[in-house]
């Protein structure tokens, strides 16, 4: 706490380097309100290119949506780790405004396109709130900088990438989630930037916060219903895969300039190593799902008219 205090002032000004002034911000019905519009209209063009998006890619949206309406539990997890009482309590209203608006956004989407079941997606959402999210963190605010750091990425990529497939078949929900993976996209500088800070100042005990969080990540959906076959999904659909996990960790470990750190005791230098070496060992899950893609899968989902086989 006394490493984080210290770095109060970092905080304080990579926030307000990262505020937007509300006029130049993003809102949901800025890029969905004419759509909303046309849809009343009910054209048949519109209604063939929302039939088209394929079940998997429905799916990841699902996966993605659901992750986002995990946010109470985030903003606890945050004010529980760092505090009401430093700038991080700033941060954390303002990233909390700012993620507010993507659940808010997707879920309109799916509600009025109805491309989802609606009645089924709604008692996803409550069963996955009512769980709750709890990571293995202890009472180690390093734990939070680190996942923070890799889930903001993760969402990044998993928000582009699903953005990517679907703009040929529906633009609008292409550009939405491009739209919120270049919010993701600037967390995740904040994040990683503190816990830059944080390993400069700590490199001893952020170092092993670090490893504990790179082994055990799982992104935070972990107790919604259908959380496997939908991460199973994305995986198989070639949308957020562990190869792009494991970039993420080969970028982090580079931008964070790991190898040179200089941490003082032997198990730090040890950690240290591991951390270097975790890429590699990512490699033998990465070929085992390669194997298992080989044979398509079918899945059944309550919020899917029909079963799907990626
Ligand atoms: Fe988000
Ligand atoms: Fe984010």
Redesign the pocket.
């Known amino acids: 706490m006394g490493v984080l205090a210290g770095l109060s002032g970092t905080v304080a000004e990579l926030a307000a380097r990262h505020e937007r002034p509300i006029e130049e911000l993003w809102f949901p019905n800025d890029l969905l309100g004419t759509f909303f519009n046309s849809l009343e209209e009910k054209s048949l063009a519109l209604r063939e290119r929302l039939e088209a998006i394929p079940g998997e890619l429905r799916a990841a949206l699902v996966l993605n949506l659901l992750t986002e309406e995990g946010l109470p539990h985030f903003h606890r997890l945050i004010a529980l780790h760092m505090g009401e009482e430093s700038p991080w309590n700033d941060w954390n209203n303002l990233?909390t405004a700012?993620?507010s608006r993507?659940g808010d956004a997707i879920g309109k989407y799916v509600s009025k396109t109805g491309i989802i079941d609606d009645g089924a997606l709604e008692r996803m959402t409550y069963a996955y709130v009512r769980a709750g999210f709890h990571p293995n963190w202890g009472k180690d605010p390093y734990r939070l900088l680190a996942y923070t750091s890799l889930q903001?990425h993760a969402?990044q990529i998993s928000h582009a990438k699903l953005g990517t497939r679907l703009t040929p078949i529906e633009p609008v929900l292409g550009r939405l989630l491009h739209k919120i993976a270049g919010?993701?996209a600037r967390?995740?500088a904040f994040y990683r930037n503190v816990f830059l800070n944080v390993l400069r100042a700590d490199p001893d005990e952020a170092l092993v916060s670090l490893l504990a969080v790179m082994r055990s990540f799982a992104m935070p959906g972990l107790s919604a219903p259908n959380f496997s076959a939908m991460a199973e999904i994305q995986e198989r659909a070639d949308l957020f895969t562990t190869s792009e996990y494991k970039k993420i960790v080969v970028t982090l470990i580079k931008f964070w300039n790991i190898p040179n750190l200089t941490p003082t005791s032997d198990a730090a230098k040890r950690t240290l190593d591991r951390i270097v070496q975790f890429p590699a060992l990512l490699d033998r899950k990465i070929e085992g799902y390669a194997n298992t893609k080989k044979t398509p899968k079918t899945f059944e989902l309550g919020f899917l008219t029909h079963p799907i086989t990626v």
């Open positions: 990233w700012e993620e993507h903001e969402t919010d993701e967390h995740y």
